[in-house]
């Protein structure tokens, strides 16, 4: 999973204020180090506000798979045969992983993970819309692997020459286990189009409510992306918002004629010129309610977590005190 | 398929397949990140274990997701709820000490795809030991809180391990033959080794009390109905179709 910028557009940044106080001799040298291609590594001079669109990019990027476990995880009780579950399990546990990987690489940058896990739970920290939207059948799961994850993909093989080493090497490893994601996720669909006639009728219900939060997960339009350029200035970013929607939709929408579903879109249509598909307005109103905390079940996902850090302190808690108890005991000893 | 065998085949491949579906309810709800993956992680391995008890019985998919409770086979450990954290370590604890014994014997099975499904199953259950021996220790040796919970969930739990070890006349002619295990040649081993745990986690072995039995026979909880009602619903609702 990922998440792109997700800041409300009314909300300016302001990394010009930031960039000002910084000694112009550094700065000249890191943005020649980027440039040139160089990782940036966690003991290296940085601007402020490149630390801070990375502590903040990378922790939405944790916090959503960790929130993406809910929505999966709704699921894995239910999953329809063995190897489903089997393979559904290993997933979710995959974007475990993954989280952990991203809380680990986003802590060199000086935050730890209990304080950007009190930013989520506070609501101060976003994670991706779309785990916002409910997983209504089976085939939402198929939904997710096929269109989520094949976004995330698209999203994250350029970051794994993102400028800051520690992302970019998080990302590698990531990278693979979601190919296997979208993999399982197309495969579940494929089976279902193929089906019967409810089991069809899942397969394009959920194509059609995944679409467009699924387009929206590249984020805001390029014009009204305030961070991107910064970001890409200093290689945070490889490519702008606008053009990772394009690359998805010119890959997904073959995939989905080929097991004869069809994509919610009536303006969707080749264009040849282009060599690319031409497609409808995305409704951001949309994304930016689900931004703000406005989708179906983005009071829900929160409760969950929330609820399963507090009833699991005293677990914390006593993990804590048993492991002092032992350097207690060893240096008695 | 002779029929002794593959009741045999389901009593193991229910027992990882509950549990399997017990702590995969968990997934995105444990205390800490770090304990989501573990706990997916070993129900992971509990499905993968079912799938290969329930091939030799039959059809895997058909076992798991179209018998009711009657049919099913487990122990009654195995379906008990999460509960707290303490309760879901307790029951990993009683099961896991007892399941890594017991493939462990079974490798040494005359069936020759009981013996290799269990000697797979027994590198991965020996961790599943191993973690849940660990949080024993630490919540029994932790705080005054964790304690009181560590009792209270092996207060609970305790009365279905004595079903463990329970032999009837399905098993035994298995037993003569060399195909199934004997647990009662397990119970001083694992007897030492709870107690050995307890005693690191400075808690009592709870007093013995009258064991509660008839998972094995299809006499189960009321907990059993829900689970499968949960887990078989979607080739249930729609029987006939493929997945």
């Known amino acids: 999973m990922y998440t792109t910028e997700l800041e409300d557009k009314n909300k300016k940044p302001a990394p010009r204020e930031v960039l000002v106080a910084e000694d112009p001799a550094k700065l000249v040298a890191f943005e020649a180090r980027v440039a040139a291609d160089e990782f940036i590594e966690p003991k290296d001079w940085m601007p402020a506000a490149y630390r801070k669109t990375l502590v903040r990019q990378m922790s939405q990027h944790a916090h959503s798979e960790i929130v993406g476990m809910l929505p999966e995880g709704n699921w894995i009780t239910r999953a329809p045969s063995l190897r489903r579950k089997a393979v559904l399990l290993a997933k979710v546990q995959d974007e475990g992983g993954h989280g952990l990987y991203l809380y680990a690489a986003a802590e060199t940058l000086g935050t730890s993970r209990e304080e950007m896990i009190e930013a989520l739970h506070s609501g101060r920290a976003k994670y991706s819309t779309i785990f916002n939207y409910p997983t209504l059948t089976w085939a939402d799961i198929g939904a997710i692997g096929w269109l989520v994850d094949g976004a995330a993909i698209l999203n994250q093989v350029p970051l794994q020459r993102t400028s800051y080493g520690p992302y970019a090497r998080a990302m590698v490893k990531i990278c693979k286990e979601e190919s296997f994601h979208q993999r399982q996720g197309f495969e579940i669909m494929t089976v279902l189009a193929g089906g019967s006639p409810e089991q069809r009728r899942m397969a394009q219900d959920a194509l059609d409510r995944w679409w467009w939060p699924s387009l929206m997960m590249f984020g805001p339009p390029d014009d009204n992306s305030p961070n991107t350029a910064q970001s890409i200035r200093w290689r945070i970013k490889r490519e702008t918002n606008d053009e990772l929607r394009q690359k998805f939709v010119d890959v997904t929408v073959p995939q989905a004629d080929a097991i004869g579903l069809k994509v919610p879109d009536p303006k969707l249509a080749w264009n040849e010129a282009r060599g690319s598909y031409d497609f409808g307005p995305v409704d951001w109103e949309e994304f930016y309610a689900v931004v703000r905390g406005e989708g179906l079940v983005a009071k829900d996902r929160m409760k969950a977590r929330v609820a399963a850090w507090e009833d699991g302190a005293w677990v914390r808690e006593a993990a804590t005190a048993h492991a002092a108890k032992h350097v207690v005991k060893a240096a008695a000893e | ?243």
Not at chain 2, 157 to 179: K, S, Y
Not at chain 2, 196 to 224: C, F, I, N, W, Y
């Open chain 2, 1 to 243: 398929m002779d029929r002794a065998l593959s009741d045999y085949a389901m009593r193991l491949g229910d027992d990882s397949l509950i549990l399997g579906q017990r702590l995969s309810e968990w997934c995105g709800h444990a205390p800490m990140l770090e304990l989501d993956l573990s706990l997916a992680n070993i129900g992971l391995d509990l499905v993968g274990q079912a799938t290969h008890f329930l091939m030799l019985a039959g059809d895997a998919d058909r076992l798991a997701f179209h018998r009711d409770v009657l049919d099913f086979k487990n122990c009654l450990l195995v379906e008990q709820p999460n509960g707290d954290f303490a309760q879901t370590i307790a029951r990993q604890f009683l099961f896991s000490n007892w399941q890594e014994l017991q493939l462990r014997e079974l490798s040494g099975s005359a069936n020759e795809t009981l013996a290799s499904i269990a000697a797979k199953a027994v590198k991965e259950v020996s961790y599943h030991a191993r973690f849940a021996n660990e949080w024993v220790v630490r919540l029994g040796d932790g705080t005054d809180e964790s304690r009181a919970r560590m009792v209270q969930a092996l207060e609970w739990m305790w009365r279905f391990g004595d079903e463990l070890f329970d032999v009837d006349a399905q098993l035994d002619p298995l037993i003569a033959e060399r195909i199934a295990v004997d647990p009662r040649e397990l119970r001083a081993e694992w007897e030492a080794r709870v107690t050995k745990t307890l005693a690191q986690a400075t808690l009592d072995v709870p007093v013995p009390r009258r064991g509660a039995r008839g998972g094995r026979m299809g006499h189960h909880s009321e907990h059993l109905g829900h689970l499968l009602a949960t887990m078989q619903f979607l080739p249930r609702a729609y029987p006939g179709t493929v997945w």
